[in-house]
């Protein structure tokens, strides 16, 4: 088993698999492997995405090698005709592959866990490169691979993520991270709620502009998704303790002028940090939604451990339920609109008494496309929240299709709790 | 200026910019122009994404018009110096750059029509390749390039989205789509649930590796997505109506082995199928969640529409929630456990009776990672369904982490949703 004894400097990423060239399907393992390539000081030169072709893929890997001391390939290690990368690298490095019996066993035996025999065909995933390590995969059948060719080195990795993942995290503790002596690039991620990307960038841009000229220089890059801006610091030293602590002065500095609207600052998810917040407190919440649809409980309880604080959550998605499981008066209904700061604020308090909890949720809007009018447009939302002493609503009116409005919705609901548990 | 006489039929798609390929930013325009040219029957055969350096930008050019006839290129047109796409085609095609008058002339209006002047730097944004056409840009200042090299085209294109697409569009309506004569690409996708990917594969590859002999042929792929495997389905023909008669024999040899696990041919998701379903009995539905924490409601108001068939949903997190909201007794959870057939079954009966709706589904699990024991692991889930006449629950053991034992369990029960409209 060889072992490059230097750092690979270059890296080319090559994703695998004909879905990827298609107009719906975008490949973001890079993404991952990317940031903990980065981490090691290893920059990435080129990503490339090819089909299922044996022909084409060995070119690719050709080509690849030329440019890069280190060459990571996903997909493509599945048991089917179009799972070629192993055949590929075998053609574009002249080297054959040699069936492994203990990986044969080792799938057979995955499989009669479950009670099945192991398909004819999945004897193929056995196929190793010969002189390759075995990589194995704790989430599937397909075992990754890493050969040493000279002073480069060619890392097999199946395509799903949460097979890729671990395998990948394996490579990086026992091969690459002990050869990365020397500087590393630290992280450090600000999550804003709340704000436009323009307003971000026009309030914070003289800030961080400044981080650059800063010895080491911060990097910042600023990324919007769906209701969130992000500003991504990065900066290369060689202890840790000196970049954590110049990353603390740069957060420091964007926290003075972007003030509340931070919701995190180390990484953690709205959902995480209100779930936090609320287990500080020891509160427990409810959520009544209507065209979040259960949206909000469902990001709720994606964080482990949430069945602490989360106790129940209802989607009255017709006005009867809204009556029923809430207690919202109908004639509220009919006053201000099913969709309405009433009838929002109503759910919220309703939910609160009934579920007995500290703290509720309550949203109703249009997620459309259809069900707007001109008072009350497509994308128009209220939001309450309500605990024992108070209360407070807005309404809002957000962009976009069906989906995008139930997550924004989702996204204000959520930073909203996360207000009143800072603020009370 | 030079335009190829026949319809290229093989494309690279070149994404050139150093900051996708930092782990923040992912390459979307590809998606887009991936999707137009397949509507013309060109097929793209990979996707590069390089930075701005002009020697590895120079290379893949020089590599990728080895594999393609049609060579697009997005990012590198800007005034500065990372700007390096003209200079890489020039240096990979050995042709010089000549500065188009007009064009300095364009960008000095554009700048004059905001009350600037045009700063130096832009000059090189006017540098035309020997050759080509431009590409004006209503949206911007870097003017596009389209080039034909012998049987060989090169387009270069701007990087921002807004840019480059009213320019493709262009490229499309003036050169291809008149060349488009003929044979267009047409697909067709089947979606499968409740099986494996090797179980499917085992299935229906004999079937499938004989479209391949078919005339036209029909190439298949397969695709596992969590709890979904799809079979992609393309076929290049003339007429739409030859193109759909093909696939339309090639889904229904499928369906004649894969049967009843086929919930989808006409690519609509597993929601819109039960959501078609509800709405062809004019059955309402209801959902009583506890494990999936109000995902199962979630995507069924993902689709447009669903507030006529969903009636309401509860997240029953706490015993007490399920005892209040659903009815279910204390002593059934003391005997069997919170998580257990029983339980599923009371819990979409008791959601059934109190809604007054003709079917509700029940889901309790353990999506973990805490909570597991030896007789119930983490990933143990129990679905039921109960309608008017009947009820079905079964016990699942899901593998992976949280949010992916929730995927599982609410593609489950919407699966099990969908089998029972579909017997009764």
């Known amino acids: 088993m060889g072992v490059p004894p230097l750092l690979p400097r270059r890296a080319v990423i090559v994703a695998v698999g004909s879905e990827l060239l298609t107009p719906f399907r975008t490949d973001t393992n890079s993404l991952f492997i990317t940031s903990k390539l980065n981490d090691l000081g290893i920059e990435v030169v080129a990503k490339v995405i090819v089909g299922d072709r044996r022909d ?62 192991m398909p004819a065909v999945n004897r193929v995933q056995a196929q190793v490169l010969r002189g390759a390590a075995v990589l194995p995969n704790a989430n599937g059948t397909a075992p990754g691979q890493w050969l040493e060719r000279g002073a480069r080195s060619v890392v097999l990795l199946p395509g799903p993520p949460r097979e890729m993942r671990p395998m990948f995290e394996a490579v990086l503790a026992e091969w690459l991270q002990p050869l990365a002596r020397g500087a590393r690039l630290h992280r450090r991620v600000i999550k804003i709620a709340g704000r436009t990307e323009s307003d971000v960038e026009q309030v914070t ?13 911060v990097a910042t890059s600023i990324l919007a998704v769906p209701g969130q801006i ?24 964007i926290l003075a002028v972007a003030g509340d609207d931070v919701f995190s600052t180390d990484g953690r998810s709205l959902e995480q940090v209100v779930g936090d917040l ?45 009556t029923d499981l809430l207690g919202v008066p109908e004639a509220l209904m009919l006053e201000h609109g099913a969709v309405s700061e009433p009838v929002g604020e109503a759910m919220a308090a309703g939910m609160r008494e009934r579920a007995g909890v500290d703290v509720a949720v309550g949203v109703t809007g249009i997620a459309g496309p259809g069900g707007g009018s001109e008072s009350k447009p497509v994308g128009t939302v209220a939001v309450a929240v309500a605990w024992a002493s108070g ?31 800072q603020e009370r």
């Open 56 to 117: 084409e893929l060995a070119a690719v890997i050709g080509e690849s090698l030329r440019r890069s001391d280190l060459l990571v390939l996903t997909g493509g290690l599945g048991p089917t005709d179009d799972d070629v990368t192993r055949l590929a690298v075998s053609d574009a490095l002249g080297l054959p592959l040699d069936e492994d019996p203990e990986i044969v066993e080792r799938i057979r035996r995955r499989f009669a866990r479950r009670g099945m025999e």
């Open 205 to 217: 841009q003289p800030v961080y502009s400044r981080f650059a000229t800063w010895q080491p220089p």
């Open 230 to 253: 992000e500003l991504h610091f990065s900066v290369r030293a060689e202890s840790g303790e000196d970049a954590r602590s110049i990353l603390a002065r740069a957060t420091s500095e």
């Open 278 to 322: 609320l287990r500080r407190r020891g509160w427990r919440i409810a959520t009544a939604e209507s065209c979040t649809g259960g949206l909000v409980a469902s990001r709720l309880t994606d964080v482990p451990g949430s069945s602490d604080y989360v106790e129940r959550g209802v989607v009255a998605y017709s006005n009867r339920a809204k």
């Open 391 to 421: 209360s407070v609503v807005r309404r809002y009116l957000f962009p976009g299709g069906r989906e995008q409005v139930k997550w924004f919705a989702s996204q204000t609901a959520l930073n909203m709790v996360r207000q009143v548990l």
